[in-house]
Each structure stands twice: as structure tokens, then as C-alpha cells.
């Protein structure tokens, strides 16, 4: 079977689909974004990441290539960010948009053209989720986290108390990104406190807790990252998805 994507969980495969060739994502740019005092970010922007695939859709006869493409077409046409995995990457997706699709039907059995995607994201993340346990009984507990891919990411850290904790404060600091961050209240056995990165929130026991939460909220670096978890007695758990760029 000749390579192809998914989009959304949909193998593209199953409509004949085959990709003649794409350009892959290797090559980002960085672009300063002008204010509108006309001064300059400290930081750049990453523009989204484009794809442009050469496809060719095969069928049995005219009536089926047509069908194939009335369903490609509305697998596609969706308002928001989907999972696209490409063939050639079954290891990772991007969250991307469908922009176009362009070509015509070149004899009765066959359409060939170009499929084009754009993510806002221009990280691809891994298909395997990282889901690590980690035990604290000493305080402060050093944890090694080490993160795969090519980027900083933004994990799901979440904490199960199996002691009786009275206006504790608990600190999870990264000392390899110098991000810090603090929550206080009390715990009990059982208890879970969820800090999600990527949302900058904190909860008790999914309720949403975010009174007494100050600092950073702490990401991870490809490679190993050291961190200290103190104020705190049970189960530290890091959930991820490892990025590339």
C-alpha cells in the first residue's frame, strides 16, 4: 500500500487515497512581530507550519471515485484543529486545519492534485503518551523527569496525598527550567491536586482551586529535568506528550 494521512482518526487510505509526494515540515521560520507602539517583542513567532500534499485518489470506476471524493471532502472540511498523521510520521501529529483541496479527474477511474493543511502549532506531538509515577516520602522529594522530542512541553502533573496535610504549601519546582510553583491548603488521604500546564490551572479533587496558587507554572525541557516537589506526601505523577519541531 503506497503511503497516505489520517486526518481525524480517518485513514485516508480507505478512499483511494495515495500521497505522490509532500513537503515535509523541516524548515521554520522565526518572525519578529512589530507592536503597535512600532517597538519590537523580546521574543519571535513561530508562523504556522504549512503542508502541501500531491495526491492522487484511485477508484474502481466513476461513480465510486466520486463517491471517494464526496467523503473526502467532508472528513476535511472541519472548523477546527485535527489530529494529521502522515504515513512517512507515524510517530507523531500535528493539530492542523484543512486549507484546500485542488485538482481535477484526469481519466474515469482516477483525480490527482494537491491537499493543503495548515498548523497554527508548529510542533508535532508524539502519538505515545508519557505517563510516569513517581513516589515522594521525603521532603523536598528530587524527581528526574527526562522529556523525549525537540521541544518544551506542557505536561499534566497530578499529585495523590496519602497523609492528612494541615495549610500545606505545596512547591513543585523545576530547576532546569527555573519554573516555580506554589498551592496551599489542606489534603487529606486520597486527595488529588491537579496542576495542568497548558491550561494554567490547579485542581482539588476536580474542583477548580486557584486562590492561594502563585508562581510559574512548570514545563519540561527535552532531556532531564530535576524536580523538587516539597510540602507534599504520596504520588507524583507527570503525563505528557513529547513535541517535535
Known amino acids: 500500500m503506497a503511503d497516505s494521512f489520517s486526518f481525524n482518526s480517518v485513514d485516508m487510505s480507505t478512499y483511494g487515497l495515495r500521497l505522490r ?8 521560520e522565526r518572525e519578529n512581530i512589530q507592536l503597535r507602539n512600532r517597538a519590537y517583542g523580546l521574543d519571535s513567532y513561530r508562523p504556522p507550519v504549512p503542508f502541501t500534499l500531491d495526491v ?3 477508484a474502481a470506476d466513476i461513480a465510486t471515485l ?46 490527482e492534485g494537491e491537499i493543503t493543511f495548515s498548523a497554527d502549532d508548529p510542533a508535532a506531538f508524539s ?13 523536598p522529594e528530587e524527581i528526574t523527569e527526562t522529556a523525549g522530542g525537540t521541544e518544551r512541553v506542557e505536561p499534566v502533573y497530578l499529585l495523590t496525598c496519602d497523609d492528612t496535610l494541615t495549610d500545606t504549601t505545596v512547591i513543585i519546582e523545576n530547576e532546569t527550567t ?6 496551599t491548603g489542606d489534603l487529606v488521604a486520597d486527595d488529588e491536586l491537579e496542576i495542568d500546564v497548558v491550561n494554567c490551572t490547579v485542581k482539588l479533587n476536580d474542583v477548580l482551586d ?14 532531564a529535568n ?12 507527570a503525563t505528557y506528550r513529547a513535541r517535535y519541531v
Open 21 to 28: 509526494s509532500h513537503e515535509e515540515p523541516f524548515t521554520q
Open 56 to 58: 492522487a485518489i484511485s
Open 66 to 111: 466520486k463517491s471517494y471524493l464526496d467523503s473526502i471532502k467532508s472528513i476535511l472540511n472541519k472548523r477546527v484543529d485535527r489530529q494529521l498523521i502522515l504515513d512517512t510520521f507515524t510517530d507523531r501529529y500535528w493539530m492542523a486545519r484543512f486549507v484546500s483541496m485542488t485538482g481535477s479527474i484526469t481519466t474515469a477511474t482516477a483525480w
Open 127 to 139: 502519538t505515545t503518551e508519557t505517563d510516569n509515577d513517581h513516589t515522594v516520602d521525603e521532603d
Open 178 to 183: 527555573g519554573e516555580t510553583l506554589e498551592w
Open 210 to 223: 486557584m486562590l492561594t496558587v502563585e508562581g510559574q507554572f512548570p514545563s519540561l525541557l527535552p532531556g
Open 226 to 237: 530535576t524536580i523538587n516537589v516539597s510540602g507534599f506526601s504520596g504520588t507524583f505523577n
